[in-house]
Nanobody, 122 residues
Framework: VQLVESGGGSVQAGGSLKLSCAASESTGNYCMAWFRQAPGKERLGVAVVYFGGRGTDYASSVKGRSTISQDTVKNILYLEIDSLKPEDTATYYC??????????????????WGQGTQVTVS
């Protein structure tokens, strides 16, 4: 499956941003996740929708101020983050593959990745 992210940009602290990830085919059998990577740092899981829409999980860094959702008709994954902080600055990637509750945040769980979209919070 091919994934294409969009929606990144420069935002002031306290603002909101909604990222999109368009998939080339149905991802109903996959977990769909967002990761982010700041310069010089490792890629970290941000949020996931489990396959079949069986729930979501969030990293503690964004929990309570972000929402992951998907449009299963259009095959688009979304991530909205509110109350943005400078530490949210990173390249955001979407990923798709089978996963479990104990490994959704692990980079090597996923074999399908988008090219990333840059988010800068100042």
């Amino acid at each position: 499956v091919q994934l294409v992210e969009s929606g990144g940009g420069s935002v002031q602290a306290g603002g909101s941003l909604k990222l999109s990830c368009a998939a080339s085919e149905s991802t109903g059998n996959y977990c769909m996740a967002w990761f982010r990577q700041a310069p010089g740092k490792e890629r970290l899981g941000v949020a996931v929708v489990y396959f079949g829409g069986r729930g979501t999980d969030y990293a503690s860094s964004v929990k309570g101020r972000s929402t992951i959702s998907q449009d299963t008709v259009k095959n688009i994954l979304y991530l909205e983050i509110d109350s943005l902080k400078p530490e949210d600055t990173a390249t955001y990637y979407c990923a798709a593959d089978r996963c479990h509750v104990f490994n959704w945040w692990v980079v090597r769980t996923y074999n399908n990745w988008g090219q990333g979209t840059q988010v800068t919070v100042s």
